[in-house]
């Protein structure tokens, strides 16, 4: 069993910061992709950002230049650096990461971390 712990959400102004943090824990033989996906009220879960196990990395064209995903192999732990925060950037934040553990390899689900901007 795999289990992810995000932190990092919080209340924060236009304009600002902030980081989310994800690391995962348990029998883990090997982290493939690991990523950010957001969902906002009433709309669909989207990719914000991941980063594959060669470095390659993929982000939303919206985050670009504001978001910079990361992770620390050593600590199974993925980050986003959330720079110049909009209000449409308000969601629940989630990470996924592609892990083969005990009985095979697939992809597991953060429980959530609620970003709002706001003033």
């Known amino acids: 069993q795999v289990q992810l712990v995000e932190s990092g959400g919080g209340l924060v102004q236009p304009g600002g910061s902030l980081r989310l943090s994800c690391t995962a824990s348990?029998?883990?033989?090997?982290?493939?992709?690991m990523g950010w996906y957001r969902q906002a009220p009433g709309k669909q879960r989207e990719l914000v950002a991941s980063s594959g196990i060669g470095g390659s990395t993929r982000s939303l064209d919206s985050g670009k230049g504001r978001f910079t995903i990361s992770r620390d192999n050593a600590k199974n732990t993925v980050y986003l650096q959330m720079n110049s925060l909009k209000p449409e950037d308000t969601a629940v934040y989630y990470c996924?990461?592609?892990?083969?553990?005990?009985?095979?390899?697939?992809?597991?689900w953060g429980q959530g971390t609620q970003v709002t901007v706001s003033s």
């Open positions: 348990g029998i883990i033989f090997s982290i493939y992709t």
């Open positions: 996924n990461v592609d892990v083969r553990s005990v009985g095979g390899r697939r992809d597991y």
